[in-house]
């Protein structure tokens, strides 16, 4: 992974943390799942829908499910891993960690 970001070394790479995080406008509903090196930075982006996309679009502002990751790149393969998931194993994941499926965006 090292020289995707220029000017970035693989070994300060590693030492960057990052979150997967998915975040959903709804019980039961659109569920969207992305990674952040800045999690209370993103979440921020999400409430203000200050970034056109798909998650401004569906008003995506409650957080559901966030994971944490002492390298940036496990965060990565995690969310290529979890967009592959079933709707089913995605809301297993969520409920496993949060059964109320409660914002999170204060514990943030």
């Not at 992974?1 to 406008?25: A, C, E, H």
């Not at 039961?28 to 999400?46: F, Q, S, W």
């Not at 008003?59 to 499910?65: H, I, K, M």
């Not at 496990?74 to 960690?97: D, F, H, P």
Request: charged share 30%; no cysteine; glycine share 8%.
């Amino acid at each position: 992974m090292p020289g995707l970001v220029p000017g970035i070394s693989g070994r300060i790479l590693r030492q960057m943390g990052g979150w997967v995080y998915i975040v959903t406008n709804k019980p039961d509903g659109t569920l969207y799942i992305g990674v952040t090196a800045d999690l209370p930075r993103r979440l921020a982006e999400h409430r203000s829908r200050s970034v056109a996309g798909f998650t401004k679009r569906y008003n995506l502002t409650r957080l559901v499910y966030a994971e944490p990751f002492d390298d940036i790149r496990l965060a990565i393969q995690r969310e290529k891993t979890m967009k592959g998931w079933s709707r089913e194993w995605k809301i297993n994941a969520i409920v496993e960690r949060n059964p109320d499926r409660a914002d999170l965006s204060a514990d943030v």
